[in-house]
């Protein structure tokens, strides 16, 4: 067909190519010398299939929101156009992003060309993969370019996704191109054939007309009607044959703790080896570094605790039910002091932990719990809630204590065991605490697939059970209480320089993620849930008080989130800590509470003194309030010599409690926000 390109004689095909760059710095990137050589590559060629070949190039780069940056086509002096390309680039960065690249691909539509191709130079694409491949592909199945390739230029980022973006490449298919490979120009120019060809192929045919719609099929069968999960995970039970998942089901970092004080005989301490053993029996013990099963640490406590099998050491479960038949009693006349073998065991043992994304942390007491020392007990139930420690207790003797102290930790389990039933011991440990303590997840041996059963003589508080459809196998459910009531009174010691912005930030933030745990309540002081006061040493306007949040202030919880974050900066101090807090006592809190909880949340630095004369003065009417309570969290590394001055000596242990970070890093402050929710309920547990 005369003058029909691909056939001799035929006319010019015309072919554009849009070369689009973006480099975060093109000073840095080197990339100029290389793309001189790649475009001098392009430019040689002279013919694809068709003669001759008018090709046509243009360089192009956008802004942020898809802006050309520079756009121009290359024409001879070449050195004008690539001067005018780094000037355009000396003190702005390009961006690969959606509206980029819909601007690259606007500039090819403009084009008269028979086929288009965008070649892309890039250190990296500066938006979500997926939406940039989906844009990709919504151009190739449009015609808006026949060819997309793209070359890496030095330091790029997300090297895989840039081949996702592709299309119609054939040669060297599944290879990157890189702008330093050798030849880089003449892979690029390889590419073009095909698209250079689009304009080659034979006059389209006439459309067809539509054919006649066909007679529709026969109805199908109604679809069943589904299943609820629960429904759906008894019918796999019924119908398929599994085998029991590993127990421990996550990685887990577990500690057995005997108690060898004066108030366990040598009976006792066989019978609770022999306990030990039936837990152990199953267990998937880690060899040393494996990241799966149990590492298994194994102390003895009476006054001091002290270290049987470190963590590692039991290579296999073999080996740990050995070690465990030869330990003998090692009588002590002391006391068992439990609360600190807790707090021993916080810590050190658990304070290095292989990092898991699933990973837990359990630890088994087992005690006679007779004439225990439990001085502590509540630090130790805080520290084990904010650092996602499992405790269970395995007693002989009714703890009420430990009850008590632990209603802050939403995974405490008691269990009480009977000296003269054995039988009966035996059957409450393979039932309930292996599969919902140690194993988790793992059905109990001989059950009927219902969970775990519930425990015969079993104190459980919000225990985790591993099957949700039947969530009442492991405890009784405590009831979830309503919204908690109670007057928050936040002071912080904001004082210049001691308390940087870089501080602030983070206790900012820090109260951010305690208010999404409460139920906040309206102006009304008689309303179910929690009312909000900031103080501050260094207020907004001193000569109005220091309250620069008061209770009931009227506004959304977001609104409420931003006056705190707002006011939350370093000023010059117009009072001391303690005369704050005792300005907090005097002139925030009401004189009644009815039923609120009223508790003081105090962060400071620890520079000055905190509980001076006047503090103590002020907050003497209180001592007497089993509604009222105090949280100190002390920022950095002074006063770590005295850190008994964060803690008022009026006070009860339950009803006070103070933390000490010396960072803040999210991590630590993570451990804070689980200590003062852990407080919380702990003040309306009582």
């Not at 309930?432 to 079993?458: K, N, S, Y």
Request: aromatic residues 6%; glycine residues 10%.
């Amino acid at each position: 067909m005369p003058g029909h390109p691909g056939y001799p004689g035929a006319g010019p095909c015309a072919l554009h190519v849009l070369v689009a760059l973006d480099v975060t710095d093109y000073q840095q990137s080197n990339l100029q010398p290389y793309l001189e050589r790649v475009l001098r590559d392009l430019a040689a060629l002279d013919h694809l299939t068709c003669s001759p070949l008018n090709l046509s190039i243009s360089l192009q780069s956008a802004r942020r929101d898809g802006d050309a940056l520079f756009q121009d086509r290359l024409r001879e002096p070449w050195v004008d156009v690539l001067q005018r390309l780094v000037r355009a680039h000396a003190f702005q960065r390009s961006y690969l992003n959606q509206p980029a690249l819909q601007s690259f691909l606007g500039t090819l539509a403009q084009q008269a060309a028979d086929a288009k191709v965008l070649l892309v130079f890039t250190d990296g694409l500066d938006d979500d993969a997926g939406k940039m491949k989906e844009a990709a592909m919504s151009a190739w199945l449009q015609d808006q370019a026949d060819l997309l390739v793209m070359v890496a230029v030095n330091n790029v980022t997300g090297l895989g996704d840039l081949q996702q973006m592709e299309f119609g490449r054939w040669l060297g298919s599944g290879q990157q191109l890189a702008v330093d490979m050798p030849e880089a120009g003449g892979h690029v120019a390889q590419e073009l054939g095909p698209p250079g060809e689009a304009g080659s192929d034979g006059v389209d045919g006439e459309q067809g007309k539509k054919g006649n719609r066909g007679s529709p099929g026969p109805g199908g069968q109604k679809g069943y009607g589904g299943a609820q999960p629960c429904e759906l995970k008894a019918f796999i039970r019924q119908n398929c044959v599994t085998t029991s998942p590993s127990c421990p089901l996550f990685p887990t970092e577990l500690v057995l703790v005997l108690e060898t004080s004066s108030t366990v005989p040598p009976a006792l301490f066989s019978r609770m080896k022999e306990l030990l053993a039936l837990l152990l029996r199953d267990l998937q013990v880690s060899p040393l570094g494996c990241p799966a099963g149990a590492r298994v640490a194994m102390l003895a406590y009476a006054a001091t605790p002290t270290y049987l099998l470190r963590a590692g050491e039991a290579g296999s479960g073999a080996a740990l039910l050995g070690r465990l038949r030869r330990l003998s009693p090692t009588r002590s006349s002391r006391r068992g002091r439990l609360a600190a073998a807790m707090r021993f065991v916080g810590h050190h043992t658990l304070k290095r932990v292989r990092p898991a994304a699933l990973g837990r942390k359990v630890v088994l007491f087992i005690t006679s719990g007779r004439s225990q020392n439990l001085e502590g007990i509540g630090e130790a139930a805080l520290q084990y809630e904010a650092l996602g420690i499992v405790p269970a207790v395995l007693t002989f003797s009714p703890l009420p204590e430990v009850v008590r102290a632990f209603q802050v930790n939403s995974l405490f389990q008691v269990v009480q065991l009977s000296a003269a039933e054995p039988a009966r011991n035996a059957a409450v440990l393979r039932d309930v605490v292996l599969p919902c303590v140690l194993c988790f997840g793992r059905q109990p041996r001989g059950g009927t697939g219902d969970g775990c059963p519930p425990a015969l003589g079993l104190s459980l508080n919000h225990s985790p059970c591993p099957d949700l459809c039947h969530p009442e196998g492991c405890a009784a459910a405590v009831p979830s209480p309503g919204p908690l009531d109670v007057d928050l009174a936040l002071v912080v010691d904001n004082a210049a320089p001691g308390m940087l912005a870089e501080r602030l930030e983070a206790i900012g933030d820090l109260f951010h993620r305690l208010l999404g745990h409460l139920q906040l309540a309206g102006t009304d002081p008689a309303e179910h849930g929690a009312r909000i006061a900031l103080v501050l040493t260094g207020p907004s306007a001193p000569g109005q008080g220091l309250a620069e949040v008061p209770f009931g202030l009227p506004g959304s919880r977001e609104q409420l989130w931003n006056r705190i974050r707002l006011a939350l900066v370093p000023r010059v101090a117009v009072a001391s800590a303690g005369s704050t807090v005792a300005w907090t006592l005097r002139h925030t809190f009401p004189q009644s509470s009815g039923s609120r909880l009223r508790v003081l949340f105090v962060v400071w630095t620890g520079a000055t003194v905190l509980w001076d004369g006047e503090a103590q003065q002020a907050l003497a009417p209180f001592a007497r309030c089993e509604d009222f309570g105090v949280l100190v969290l002390s920022l950095g590394r002074a006063g770590t010599e005295r850190p008994e001055a964060a803690v008022p000596e009026v006070l009860p242990e339950w009803r006070c409690h103070s933390l000490r970070l010396g960072s803040v890093h999210p991590p630590e402050m993570g451990y804070a926000e689980r200590t003062a929710l852990g407080f919380l309920r702990r003040l309306r547990g009582e």
